[in-house]
T-cell receptor, first 113, second 114 residues
Framework: DAGVIQSPRHEVTEMGQEVTLRCKPI?????LFWYRQTMMRGLELLIY????????DSGMPEDRFSAKMPNASFSTLKIQPSEPRDSAVYFC???????????FGEGSWLTVV | QQQVKQSPQSLIVQKGGISIINCAYE??????FPWYQQFPGKGPALLIA?????SEKKEGRFTISFNKSAKQFSLHIMDSQPGDSATYFC?????????????FGKGTHLIIQP
């Protein structure tokens, strides 16, 4: 398995710009999660999908954040407009319906200046 | 989300020593307690996990101790090595492929000094 693939790995953008983070989950996995990691708050669950359907987006901090999963092999997390406080590492992760283990990608390091 | 409280935030241990990280959870319905290990520049990866029907699980130098009545569990790393230097996250959730993602602790930054 190739693992969970995220892009870009690093992004530096100016405040107010739109940011789109991309994720390809492990083939055959039914759940997809977006997490955000910061020093202050640790790992926070933003949103998760089951079979491409958003199940719980209560962790999405503001309306500036949106996520989509148009098919089983692709998801995006969009921030529009971006703000400096959005600077963090964003992780995509996936798992099977029948499994407990969550597999993480290597993360997208976002810096908003 | 239900909280999972993890301590300490950072830990320095001499090579060969025992590293101990503690976690406490709130939701008594949780029945799956994994520990994830994260190296710099990488995503977290499952290290070891326990269910509440046992009080201890050991895999090599890594041991989880679980206290159901206290709603606490801990990770012990025996004979700690510099290669164990990483951030460790405890987590809690529902087993059996439940719908929810895991609730993670805030992490412990572990440094093993040679």
């Amino acid at each position: 398995d190739a693992g969970v693939i995220q892009s870009p790995r690093h992004e530096v953008t100016e405040m107010g710009q739109e940011v789109t983070l991309r994720c390809k989950p492990i083939s055959g996995h039914d759940y997809l999660f977006w997490y955000r990691q910061t020093m202050m708050r640790g790992l926070e669950l933003l949103i998760y999908f089951n079979n491409n359907v958003p199940i719980d987006d209560s962790g999405m901090p503001e309306d500036r954040f949106s996520a989509k999963m148009p098919n089983a092999s692709f998801s995006t997390l969009k921030i529009q407009p971006s703000e400096p406080r959005d600077s963090a590492v964003y992780f995509c992760a996936s798992k099977r319906n029948s499994g407990n283990t969550i597999y993480f990608g290597e993360g997208s390091w976002l810096t908003v200046v | 989300q239900q909280q999972v409280k993890q301590s300490p935030q950072s830990l320095i241990v001499q090579k060969g020593g025992i590293s101990i990280i503690n976690c406490a959870y709130e939701n008594t319905a949780f029945d799956y307690f994994p520990w994830y290990q994260q190296f710099p520049g990488k995503g977290p990866a499952l290290l070891i996990a326990i269910r509440p029907d046992v009080s201890e699980k050991k895999e090599g130098r890594f041991t989880i101790s679980f206290n159901k009545s206290a709603k606490q569990f801990s990770l012990h790393i025996m004979d700690s090595q510099p290669g164990d230097s990483a951030t460790y996250f405890c987590a809690a959730g529902l087993s059996g492929g439940g719908a929810d993602g895991l609730t993670f602790g805030k992490g412990t930054h572990l440094i093993i000094q040679p």
